[in-house]
């Protein structure tokens, strides 16, 4: 039992000075209305004033959250979304090589094989997340015995490749499982020839650097459009790359020179790829502006305007005209002619200038580039590759640096790498070198992203 203890406290005396305050009269009370609260109220009132029973007021109230629920998945909120990854898996996608992952479907093995390119970061995620929970190794193991991971190191693969955004352009750029081909058009009515034309460059479009693309637009477009779209597709800025065809340095290969030499090999074919691209679309864009039917009906409008317009206002012939006036005619017609051909002489002559002087400042800067990476490359040498002092680097290191710089100058202008070079030099050697490195990898944006860990 608890017991008592009194403790010796004394209080200390009221400091000089201190007086009692006076106590001032409370106010006089007022009365405040109350109202009850919560949710069995609130339903209550709502059944009383809208007079439905409890039945009614359940199926509205039901009703009422569904509603909420759709619009919610309708901003990308990622509540349903159904049957997203759940779908069976087709023998083929199953039984995919993890190995082989450059020739996986990416969005096939992530149920996402409808949507592809037009799926965005919420479908991507929840589609992962169902994936992961049907074929985990350690479900299948629990169900089936199984201790099978090939699909599921797809799935992470899928997974990986999908939401890295330069990893996801380099797929979508080969994307082969998207039909591009093109039907032979000059077989098609007006109205299919339009339609069709509309589903292929709305398809090409997607790789455009420049959106919203232009539609090709309807049967009866005005001239304004239809030189507006073939205007854009005749200087279509395509961000398309072919690096996911690269080939890979043999696997344990650690030769400079090898490795050199296959990057050489991938830019070259990378290069190659994309000509044969641009070409592609503009033969495209050739023929269908040869078998345009718009373009017929434009020119049918102009000429019956010009014939028109010949005819005068009030529909008469114009008067034929005296022969001195023929004569003045056709000599303005030849000055006109004569100055034209003389503007375009000199118009000539100048652009083949301007190549010429094109040609000998790329040359200079080219002689240029390599001093530049020479001078980098001998403060780079001079600061031990940036290691401590004592210490010898491994060969990994110094290969590694010198490929990295090889990529800072493939990378930026000539101008970059020359400011570089400057303010290494002014900088000295050691770390103030290897902060100007780091600032220009940096500055490569997504060029260089994840490419550079020495310069990081």
Excluded at 335 to 360: M, P, Q, V, W
Excluded at 362 to 370: G, I, M, P, S
Excluded at 387 to 397: D, F, K, M, R, V
Excluded at 409 to 435: C, F, Q, S, W
């Amino acid at each position: 039992m608890a017991s008592i203890v009194q403790l010796p406290l004394t209080l200390s005396s009221a400091p000089s000075g201190y007086s009692k305050p006076s106590a001032s009269k409370p106010s006089s009370p007022t009365q405040l209305p109350l109202y009850p609260a919560g949710p069995s109220f609130i339903s209550a009132a709502r059944r009383q004033i809208l007079q439905r029973s409890f039945e009614e007021d359940d199926k509205h109230v039901l009703a009422a959250k569904a509603k909420e629920d759709a619009a919610k998945e309708d901003k990308g909120d990622g509540l349903s979304y159904p049957g997203l990854g759940e779908e069976e898996e087709p023998s083929h996608v199953l039984n995919q090589d993890p190995k082989e992952w450059k020739k996986q479907d990416h969005y096939a093995v992530l149920g996402l094989g409808h949507l592809r390119y037009k799926a965005h970061d919420e479908h991507i995620r929840v589609a992962h997340r169902r994936k992961v929970l049907r074929h985990h190794p350690d479900k299948k193991a629990a169900q089936h015995g199984a201790n099978d991971d090939s699909f599921f190191k797809c799935i992470q693969k899928a997974h990986e490749t999908l939401t890295h955004s330069e990893k996801r352009k380099q797929f979508d750029s080969v994307d082969w499982n998207i039909e591009d081909e093109v039907p032979d058009l000059k077989s098609l009515s007006p109205e299919e020839f339009v339609a069709t034309c509309n589903k292929i460059f709305a398809r090409e479009g997607r790789f455009s650097k420049v959106q919203p693309v232009p539609e090709f637009g309807s049967l009866d477009a005005p001239k304004k459009e239809v030189e507006g779209f073939y205007d854009f597709f005749y200087n279509f800025d395509s961000w398309r790359s072919f690096e996911w065809h690269d080939k890979e340095v043999n696997e344990g290969s650690d030769n400079r020179d090898d490795k050199r030499f296959t990057e050489k090999k991938n830019k070259s074919e990378r290069t190659r790829r994309k000509k044969e691209d641009n070409t592609r679309l503009r033969v495209l864009v050739d023929d269908v502006l040869a078998l345009d039917p718009r373009i017929k009906r434009i020119k049918a409008e102009e000429k019956a305007a010009r014939d028109a317009k010949k005819k005068g206002v009030n529909g008469t012939a114009n008067k034929p005209l005296s022969a001195a006036e023929k004569k003045a005619a056709e000599d303005k017609k030849k000055k006109e002619e004569a100055e034209k051909k003389e503007a375009e002489k000199k118009a000539l002559e100048a652009s083949k200038g301007d190549r010429e002087a094109a040609k000998k400042a790329k040359e200079a800067a080219r002689k240029n580039l390599k001093k530049w990476k020479k001078a980098i490359s001998t403060v780079i040498t001079s600061s031990n590759y940036f290691q401590p002092a004592g210490t010898s680097p491994s060969p990994a290191i110094i290969e590694k640096q010198l490929a990295e710089l090889d990529l800072l100058v493939e990378i930026l202008e000539p101008e970059d790498i020359k400011d570089l070079k400057e303010k290494i030099e002014k900088a000295g050697n050691g770390e103030p070198a290897k902060a100007a490195l780091v600032e220009k990898a940096k500055a490569t944006g997504e060029k260089g992203e994840g490419k550079f860990t020495e310069f990081a």
